[in-house]
């Protein structure tokens, strides 16, 4: 069983950077694949980023690819996502999910979430 909280969302201007994190529970987080999702209202919950176990996989949405960066401290059991020249179209919750198995690109194969943190940019 993971437990996951998110953290470090808010209001930025565009252009600006925001780090968030997801702390999870459990002595196993190491070996779980980790994803970051967005939602805006009215909308599907897309997904923004995967790493893997390791941290030595990532893959990124084709509109944060170069922008955002996702990695991860094994050792604190938290995963980042550091966003740079946000835009207004990056508006929305933005949720973790975990995985033991595989780094999946749909939201449905995941088993563990956070509650989500809201992120608003300004324009």
């Known amino acids: 069983q993971v437990q996951l909280v998110e953290s470090g969302g808010g209001l930025v201007q565009a252009g600006g950077s925001l780090r968030l994190s997801c702390a999870a529970s459990g002595r196993t987080f190491s070996s779980y694949a980790v994803a970051w999702f967005r939602q805006a209202p009215g909308k599907e919950r897309d997904l923004v980023a995967t790493?893997?176990?390791?941290?030595?996989?990532?893959y990124y949405a084709d509109s944060v690819k170069g922008r955002f960066t996702i990695n991860r401290d094994n050792a604190k059991n938290t995963v980042y996502l550091q966003m740079n020249s946000l835009k207004p179209e990056d508006t929305a919750v933005y949720y973790c999910?975990?995985?033991?198995?595989?780094?999946?690109?749909?939201?449905?194969?995941?088993?563990?979430w956070g509650q989500g943190t809201q992120v608003t940019v300004s324009s």
């Open positions: 790493i893997n176990w390791s941290g030595g996989t990532t």
């Open positions: 999910a975990a995985d033991r198995t595989s780094a999946y690109l749909l939201p449905h194969n995941y088993n563990y």
